[in-house]
Structures are given as structure tokens and as C-alpha cells.
């Protein structure tokens, strides 16, 4: 991850959650989950679509969240 304050890349993450298991729990993403990244200066969302992990970049005002499950990425 990127230093405390500084906003992680975008990319780098969304490969990371694509590449390979990053929870510490057994879990198989739906379509239209949704994870959010919050830092002190910066909060990435992204959600499964169409099998991948996507940056989202328009506001989810519409989105219904509901948590399922909660872990640490590691």
C-alpha cells in the first residue's frame, strides 16, 4: 500500500483484487458487490462487474449496501 496519507493507485489495487485472494476469508464476489478503500484524503470504491473488479468513478446515490461479510485484506 501506498505511504499513510497518500492516495493508493488506482490500478495497482484493482489488480490486486482481480490477480489474486486477497481476503482472510473464504469469499467468492457477486456481481455488483462493492469494496471501499477510505484514507484520510482519498476513498476508492470499486465493485464486481462482469467478473472483474472495476474503479468506480460515478456516485452510487442509487446503490443499496448491504454488508455480508467483513474480514482485513491482506
Do not use: C
Not at 500500500?1 to 464476489?29: G, H, T
Not at 484524503?41 to 470499486?46: E, G, I, L, N, V
Amino acid at each position: 500500500m501506498a505511504p499513510y496519507n497518500a492516495p493508493p493507485n488506482r490500478e495497482a489495487i484493482a489488480d490486486e483484487l482481480n490477480n489474486r485472494q486477497v481476503f482472510d476469508f473464504e469469499y467468492v464476489p457477486q456481481e455488483y458487490d462493492l469494496i471501499e478503500f477510505n484514507g484520510l484524503q482519498y476513498r476508492h470504491k470499486y465493485q464486481f462487474l462482469q467478473g472483474s473488479w472495476t474503479f468506480v468513478t460515478q456516485s452510487l446515490m442509487s446503490v443499496s449496501i448491504i454488508e455480508h461479510r467483513s474480514g482485513r485484506i491482506k
